[in-house]
């Protein structure tokens, strides 16, 4: 597959977000903008305001989801053929990202910026529009309307989010309750098995005691038997030598004489 053919499907997108920024009518106010829509050899589509450009690269206030980020991208890195540019006036310019920031409110996800860009485009659009030869009261009529709503729609978000986040406060602190509450049992469960453990471990440490003890005492016995046992032997000793003693003395002495043959 060539690169033409990879290109298709983004340069169909490119020419979709092109229609966002197509040039309606002639500028009223404030100075042309230009809109620059290029992919990246990467595949990224990249779309935004230019800010400044040469010959090497091209500084463009990109938008990124909600914020709008100055992106600075080289000429080298942009795929062939992908670039187009729209002229648009900074009035148009103004009213249509206030518009797509202020629909982009309420999904909870960069609210706040995305309330402060629209409030500021549209005082933005506001100031162009009274700086124009003929202002038009009707359309700054129309811009008043939107930045008022805008700013009510705010307040509405303020309030709703701080009821989000003491709902969230609560039903955190719900969940940390009913995990201190199971922490609690579990240290009651535990403290009742190590009582009945230590209860059982003082059991077995009275009874090795006890075991000790009676061994103590049978050693002592045994000592004191073997140390009667040694002195029965020693005076059984001294008596058997008496006894030898007084027998030899006492036993006469028998001379045997051999028998004469008779002739």
Known sequence: MTNRHLLIVPSILVCLFSVLYAQTEQPKSGENVRIKTFILKDGRLVMGRVVLEDRNQITIEE?????????????RQIASGTMHTQLMSELDYC??????FASKAWDFKDDPDDFIQAIRLYEKAKQLLSQTPEPDPQE???IDKKL?????DRQV???EAKSRADL????????????MDELKLEIVKNTAELVAIRQTLDA????????ASDLDTAFTALQKNLTQLTDDIKDNKE???DLRRDYRRRTPRIIIQPRRQSR
């Open 140 to 142: 700054i009529s129309e």
């Open 148 to 152: 008022a709503q805008v700013k009510a």
């Open 63 to 75: 938008l990124n989801q909600s914020p709008i980020v100055v992106s600075m991208h080289a000429r």
């Open 157 to 159: 978000w303020i309030t």
């Open 239 to 241: 008596d058997i030598r």
């Open 168 to 179: 969230s406060k609560l039903q955190t602190k719900a969940v940390i309750d009913q995990r």
């Open 95 to 100: 009213r249509k990202f206030a518009a797509y």
């Open 204 to 211: 077995h440490y009275k009874a090795l005691e006890q075991r």
